[in-house]
């Protein structure tokens, strides 16, 4: 009789274990999916909507489209008299590889072969082009150290910058990444100004000087205000 009575309970027990299974698998595959895409547009974007840049005014600033390698960005447009400057940031999480993201993601394509990379110590390196009567700089604002164009030049400050002691408890907890693959990728751009006393060439370099001295304080207050990992 306790035989019988242990039996029925056991066999009880494991009806309701195998009810309980079916209900949640059930309830499982009737709820919604939530995409990637879907997921990332759910969280607020990490870019403040304006940015004061000394000797500009700004104008106005609009969210970019997101895609796999960059969940944010934000265009920024400013105003110096009649010359008009637009800035795009994306919130990469890639391998820094600045010729490429001109390629896939702007209008520039495959001008970027004619891209100077420049460096300013304190800073770190950039690159300038023109294309089709505009000027454009562009480069990554590194987490950690100077700023990066080339994909070598971002790998090398990883390994300088992120594999330091005080980055280990971090990466232990789970709240950063012990290689730190973030980029404030910037994509900069104004157009050229020609008159009859100066000609393309100056017109053009007299263009990229004020893309760099906007660039130094741009990345300068990125570094000090760089969104946590997202």
């Avoid at 029925?8 to 709820?31: D, E, I, M």
Wanted: glycine share 4%.
């Amino acid at each position: 009789m306790h035989k019988l009575t242990w039996q029925s309970v056991r066999l009880s027990l494991l009806a309701v274990t195998f009810l309980g299974t079916v209900l949640v698998t059930a309830k499982l595959a009737a709820a919604p999916k939530e995409s990637k895409d879907q997921a990332v547009t759910q969280k607020p974007n990490p870019l403040p909507e304006t940015v004061s840049m000394q000797d500009w005014q700004f104008v106005n600033s609009t969210p970019t489209k997101p895609h796999e390698e960059a969940p944010f960005g934000r265009q920024y447009r400013y105003q110096q008299g009649d010359r008009p400057l637009d800035v795009e940031l994306q919130y990469m999480t890639s391998d820094g590889n600045v010729s490429r993201y001109l390629f896939v993601y702007t209008p520039v394509r495959t001008a970027n072969a004619a891209m100077k990379i420049r460096y300013k110590p304190g800073v770190g390196y950039y690159g300038v082009l023109s294309h089709k009567g505009n000027a454009y700089l562009s480069a990554c604002v590194n987490p950690r150290g100077e700023s990066t164009v080339t994909e070598q030049q971002f790998t090398q400050n990883r390994y300088t910058y992120d594999l330091q002691a005080s980055r280990l408890l971090p990466w232990l907890l789970g709240k950063e990444s012990l290689i730190d693959r973030r980029c404030l990728w910037t994509f900069m751009s104004t157009p050229v100004k020609t008159n009859s006393n100066a000609g393309t060439a100056t017109a053009t370099e007299v263009a990229y000087k004020t893309l760099e001295t906007t660039w130094f304080s741009w990345n300068k207050w990125w570094q000090s205000n760089f969104p946590p990992p997202s």
